[in-house]
């Protein structure tokens, strides 16, 4: 099966499993017994006490599919920060709220009286993992990609005006964590995107749209503001190979093209296959759209746009005038490897040849990885640095070393999301990953495999002397905020307007 049909066969899954997630949500709101709430004792079967570290897609959609199938299941979910719903609300584009619409599932999932939020506790810093583990029978790593991956090249680090996407993506989107980036998008016309993939098409929308299209949405008010000041025109999106081996997806590069008053560059017709008629129906449809190009060009509009492909960037340049300061980026000039170049897998191999673009700001956007949580490797974890990933098998589960010189399951230890396959795909993608995770612990409970011998849930462990001083936020707590956000929303016009720190968050609460 080619690579474009599985994709479309996994979001076909992926909207089937949608649908049942619509139609089951029932099952979860059915306690363990008639006791009160939050306390899961059962006549016939001990709790399956679950701890979820991460709060995002993969969290949830994991975590629904656990309570739904196994009846004792009951699930705590650690966020560190004090708001849910992690990639969706932090990487999800503001203009694209049709993607966010899975919170109100999410929401339902934990209205469960077999869910507990805790938010605003960091698992591995706030809370041990060695000590995490002595209250549950399963561990679920479900956390996303924190890391950015780095280029290494020369006044990456030393210039001006160079950012990784994921933090420009965060500073629009209000993550905290950079809230106080203040990108400079006054500094000239020309941005430079490294990257092809989809949050490099949405940062370059997010550049060229116009300032009225983003007010009513929940961007944040200083990304309003710096927005608003922009002095950038002219975008280029550069990746290493060609049109046929880029990572962005229909439908972002339609959005581009389509914006109002911004002109596309025409895209070199060598770059193309001779023929497209017996392509995959996906590979079809992008190859048309792309050589279809926009009706609007470069030289009609003051705001335009460029796919510029088989490019490697050697360095980022300062001028003379302005040793500090980002001025351009030079490029190694590709060719694509192998009998066939239009083949997905062609590999790029660099010219002697270069090209240099003017660039006043910089934006790297190669892929992010996961980091390994603290403690990790004393409860017998193994983390590949190099991918960022947890070790697992196919299915979910956590393993490690063994001592015949293969790799074993770490009895009650799972992952999804991105910290078992890496930073790729869409939410319907890492649904059908979460939904895999959950049949692989549910497939071990039914058969009875080992896993830890923990008990009493968050329930028990608030008690312990090691978590009494931490500061967590419940659901009902983060509906308050929620509520707060969307207040201030209101008054401004729009869905929501965001707290982007935590102590604002906190003080909701207080």
Known sequence: MSNSRKVQSICKRARDSSRRLSSGLEILHKPLSSSPA??????????????VIGSGPAGFYTAYKIMANIKSAA???????????????????PDHPEVKKCEDKFAEVASSPRFNFIGNVEIG??????????????????????????????????????????AFVGWYNGLPDYADLSPDLEAGEEAVIIGQGNVALDVARILLTDIEGLRNTDITCHALDGLSKSRVKRVRIVGRRGPMQAAFTIKEVRELIRLPSVGFEPIVPSLFPPTIDNLPRTAKRLMQLLSQG?????NEVLRSWSLNFLLSPSSFNSSVGA?????????????????????????????????????????????????????????????????????????????????????????????????????AGVIANTMEDAFATAAAITNDWNGKAPFLTGDGGWDLLKQDPIARGLRSVSWDSWKKIDAAERQRGELKGKEREKFTSTEQMLQVLD
């Open 125 to 166: 810093r706030d809370l041990p993992l060695s000590h995490l583990k002595n209250y549950y029978n399963a561990l679920l790593f479900a956390y996303g990609a924190s890391k950015d991956r780095s280029l290494g090249l020369p006044g990456e680090n030393t210039l001006r005006g160079v950012y990784s996407a994921r």
């Open 75 to 93: 699930v705590d979910m650690y966020e560190h920060l004090p708001v849910p719903y992690g990639l969706v609300r932090y990487g999800v584009a």
């Open 38 to 51: 939050r306390h899961y004792s059962h006549v016939d079967q001990a709790p399956f006490r679950v701890a």
């Open 294 to 298: 926009s009706s609007v060009l470069p």
């Open 323 to 423: 040793p500090h300061d980002l001025s351009s980026i030079t490029f190694v000039k590709n060719e694509l490897q192998g009998p066939n170049p239009f083949q997905t897998s062609a590999k790029a191999v660099p010219t002697s040849d270069n090209v240099i673009f003017p660039a006043s700001i910089a934006f790297r956007s190669i892929g992010y990885k996961s980091e390994a949580l603290p403690g990790m490797e004393d409860i017998g974890l193994h983390f590949n640095a190099g991918r960022g990933v947890l070790s697992t098998d196919y299915d979910g589960r956590a393993t490690a070393p063994s001592e015949n010189g293969g790799f074993s399951a770490v009895p009650g230890m799972y992952c999804s999301g991105w910290v078992k396959r890496g930073p």
